[in-house]
């Protein structure tokens, strides 16, 4: 009889024998007494390989030891081959009376979808992140893994090194290929951040040489802190799919220069391109239908000015444009002097500016015809400040079109905090309210979060100085307290709130300070809030 024969009439028998004695006994409850037989065997008429004359003793004993170990091993695989079908077939049927293995698939794959674009799912260990978790749960999961594209498309420095089990799995699907510093977070292991900078900064040709042969794939491209020469000697041929492209570099003030090949400059699907301080050429076909155009920390000849026209004449479906510290440099030529061809954006929603009051960046934006739903946000950096400019200085001399656009935000960036005036336009037959640079308004609320003292100093009513004369509510929140200064013989908070109060020296009857609140402001003390609360009606502190 040969040993399969034996093992499929012995081990079925074996183990239904066994299974029954440990549920008799609760071994399912406490495997104590269950982890090794403790039954005395009898060894009276073990195994004997038959006397043969003439053979040695030893000799005999080694192949009698031989086959019984064979033996032995062959029955434990058959019974872990047989108890092991037994649990699988146990598994898949608990697996199938729960509630997520009764979703249809069309469902599951999306749960899977969504599991795998999840922000905290690209920092996880490569063991430990979707699919590959997905697809070890159960023979299910695996193959609704293995059979949904889409799950295996994003290509990024932790799963690199595999990006063909990746580029297989992911068929005909469109690649989103990544390579990004990941965020600042302590509890990030550090492989995910080693792995990122040896890519980029070490061994770029052996993340992207796999990928090549798949350009045509190519959804997105996102590249950070790149040796961009290299970059523009590889990504030299045309990726017909691509959509969206990104490219920072944040080592420098200004960075690499893309030559004209780079993509073959061909891109016919690209409608969303970032550019950070690495200078694609404006010459590039590749700025052609987009929607959305973000550009930031490059330098340009003044020349170049009318490229970018041409660029932006070039995406009349365009939907959001950022110029941000881009500077176009050199003297300006009678052609860079003649008015420029009125640029239609009648799709804009959203343009971003930061212009340091000059005059280029005005002569663009003067040039761009908007509809009036566009939200405008027009900035100045601390240095444009510290060369006198003001607020004024942000929007240009002349744009016709500002007066009919809905919102408008006016943003003065300088390195201790941040401006932000925003004005509504109420209806589309009114004109945006009236902004004055000199900051005059007739608000009655004012709410001043982590400002200088020097804020509060304004706030007292002088003959020469009438900031908010209809102010009655103010909020102060981290704010700095000057419990006593010396020119004034008390506190600024003290003075601004006392000019305000039927005490004060009032220059306009109608203002009157009714509700303070101030939260969480250092030099704040019993005796300034007593001192307050007698020339305000409502006061708060905390």
Same mark, same amino acid.
């Given at each position: 009889? +040969?040993?399969?024969?034996? *093992? ?6 074996? *183990? ?14 406490? %495997? ?9 065997? +009898? ?44 649990? $699988? ?10 509630? /997520? ?31 590959? &978790? ?13 059979? &949904? ?56 040709? +052996? ?28 990504? *030299? ?19 690499? %220069?893309?030559?004209? %090949? ?27 239908? #987009? ?39 050199? !003297? ?15 799709? #804009?929603?959203? @343009? +971003? ?24 946000? @027009? ?17 240009? %001399? ?5 007066? !009919? /656009? ?8 300088? $390195? ?32 001043? /979060? ?30 700095? /307290? ?18 305000? $109060? ?21 030099? @704040? ?18």
């Amino acid at each position: 009889m +040969d040993m399969e024969s034996i *093992v499929l009439g012995t081990i079925p028998h074996l *183990v239904q024998m066994l299974c029954q004695s440990v549920y008799e006994n609760g071994g399912h409850k406490n %495997t104590e007494g269950f982890t090794k037989p403790a039954a005395a065997f +009898d060894f009276s008429s073990p195994f004997k390989i038959p006397n043969q004359s003439g053979r040695d003793l030893l000799e005999r004993l080694d192949e009698e030891f031989e086959v019984i170990k064979i033996a032995c091993d062959y029955a434990v695989r058959a019974v872990e081959f047989y108890t092991g079908q037994m649990m $699988s077939k146990i598994r898949a049927h608990r697996n199938e009376l729960r509630p /997520i293995y009764r979703l249809p698939i069309e469902i599951l794959s999306l749960v899977f979808e969504f599991t795998e674009g999840c922000a905290k799912n690209s920092l996880r260990l490569l063991p430990r992140r979707a699919p590959l &978790t997905l697809s070890q749960v159960s023979k299910q999961w695996r193959e609704l893994a293995f059979n &949904t594209p889409r799950l295996w498309t994003k290509i990024d420095a932790m799963n690199g090194r595999i990006s063909d089990v990746f580029i297989a799995r992911s068929k005909r699907a469109s690649l989103n290929i990544e390579l990004a510093r990941p965020p600042k977070d302590p509890t990030l292991p550090n492989i995910v951040l080693d792995c990122f900078v040896w890519y980029c900064h070490e061994t770029f040709w +052996d993340f992207i040489r796999p990928l090549l042969p798949h350009i045509h794939r190519w959804e997105s491209l996102a590249l950070e802190e790149l040796t961009y020469d290299d970059a523009g000697a590889y990504l *030299v041929h045309s990726a017909p799919r691509l959509e969206r492209l990104t490219m920072r570099n944040f080592d420098g003030r200004f960075g690499h %220069t893309l030559p004209d %090949t780079f993509l073959g400059g061909c891109t016919p699907q690209l409608r969303d391109l970032e550019v950070c301080n690495v200078k694609l050429p404006l010459t590039s076909p590749i700025y052609t239908g #987009l929607r959305r155009l973000h550009l930031e920390n490059n330098i340009y000849d003044i020349s170049t000015i009318r490229h970018l026209l041409v660029v932006l004449a070039a995406c009349p479906l365009l939907e959001d444009l950022a110029i941000l510290n881009e500077f176009f440099c050199g !003297l300006a030529d009678s052609n860079s002097r003649k008015p420029h061809t009125p640029v239609f954006l009648n799709h #804009l929603r959203r @343009m +971003d500016a930061c212009t340091e009051g000059r005059t280029d960046i005005h002569d663009i934006i003067s040039a761009l015809v908007v509809p009036p739903s566009l939200y405008l946000s @027009m900035s100045l950096a601390y240095r444009g400040l510290a060369h006198g400019l003001t607020l004024r200085d942000a929007l240009p %001399t002349s744009y016709p079109n500002i007066a !009919l /656009i809905d919102t408008l935000a006016l943003e003065i960036h300088s $390195s201790t905090a941040n401006f932000h005036l925003v004005g509504e336009n109420a209806g589309r037959n009114q004109t945006l309210l009236d902004i004055r640079c000199d900051y005059r308004t007739d608000s009655n609320l004012l709410t001043l /979060i982590e400002c200088p003292s020097s804020f509060v100093d304004l706030l007292a009513l002088t003959p020469s100085l009438r900031l908010c004369p209809l102010l009655d509510t103010l909020h102060l929140g981290d704010v700095m /307290i000057e419990s006593a200064l010396p020119l004034l013989g008390s506190g600024n908070l003290i003075e601004a709130v006392r000019s305000r $109060s039927d005490e004060g020296h009032t220059f306009d009857s109608r203002a009157r300070l009714s509700h303070l609140s101030v939260s969480n402001c250092a030099g @704040m003390s019993e005796r300034t809030a007593s001192e307050l609360e007698k020339y305000v009606e409502n006061f708060t502190w905390d």
